[in-house]
T-cell receptor, first 114, second 115 residues
Framework: DTGVSQDPRHKITKRGQNVTFRCDPI?????LYWYRQTLGQGPEFLTY????????KSRLLSDRFSAERPKGSFSTLEIQRTEQGDSAMYLC????????????FGSGTQLSVL | AQTVTQSQPEMSVQEAETVTLSCTYD???????LFWYKQPPSRQMILVIR??????QNATENRFSVNFQKAAKSFSLKISDSQLGDTAMYFC????????????FGTGTRLQVTL
């Protein structure tokens, strides 16, 4: 068990460019979550998957955002036509469905849009 | 909608002393969970302690304990025998039972442990 891993750790991009982040959850976890954390704030829920199905999306997830988890393992989060307001840390977490489910977080991808 | 409020942006405590971080929340739900997460400079959110709302007994994990007051909607974290490694941001979080672990976080308290 190597924990939740996210790649890249940092991403700097120019406004209008597309970016994609990857998350590898803990292998036996069937639930995967994306959160966004801006400076001075706690993380905010974006979306979650159970296996390969995307079951819920926050209103924060505009049309420029898309997330996938094609085989129920790793997930990608893509942001198209980035804006300066997209600058934030994007956190991925996973959990095992059950009575004592707890979220395990990765170290995040810090996005800076110039 | 649920809200979580942490009214202490920053706290400081000396090594080996005890410190209490405050958290209040607002919900109309009756069945829920409350959490304290720690976020060190490495940025990874680490679960510190978890409390089920239906349990009257306060949760404890080694040096960490909570004071859960359901009627007052208060959920404070007490750290005993503070260590330098406890320096981090601490987030209080709420989750309605049966909502697939979707967490609502507070704005955090930055804790500095000094020598």
């Amino acid at each position: 068990d190597t924990g939740v891993s996210q790649d890249p750790r940092h991403k700097i991009t120019k406004r209008g460019q597309n970016v994609t982040f990857r998350c590898d959850p803990i292998s036996e976890h069937n639930r995967l979550y994306w959160y966004r954390q801006t400076l001075g704030q706690g993380p905010e829920f974006l979306t979650y998957f159970q296996n390969e199905a995307q079951l819920e999306k926050s209103r924060l997830l505009s049309d420029r955002f898309s997330a996938e988890r094609p085989k129920g393992s790793f997930s990608t989060l893509e942001i198209q036509r980035t804006e300066q307001g997209d600058s934030a840390m994007y956190l991925c977490a996973s959990s095992e469905q059950g009575a004592n489910e707890k979220l395990f977080f990765g170290s995040g991808t810090q996005l800076s849009v110039l | 909608a649920q809200t979580v409020t942490q009214s202490q942006p920053e706290m400081s405590v000396q090594e080996a002393e005890t410190v209490t971080l405050s958290c209040t929340y607002d919900t109309s739900e009756n069945n829920y969970y409350l959490f304290w997460y720690k976020q060190p400079p490495s940025r990874q959110m680490i679960l510190v302690i978890r409390q089920e709302a239906y349990k009257q007994q306060n949760a404890t994990e080694n040096r960490f304990s909570v004071n859960f007051q359901k009627a007052a909607k208060s959920f404070s974290l007490k750290i005993s025998d503070s260590q330098l490694g406890d320096t981090a941001m601490y987030f209080c979080a709420f989750m309605t039972a049966g909502t697939a672990s979707k967490l609502t976080f507070g704005t955090g308290t930055r804790l500095q442990v000094t020598l």
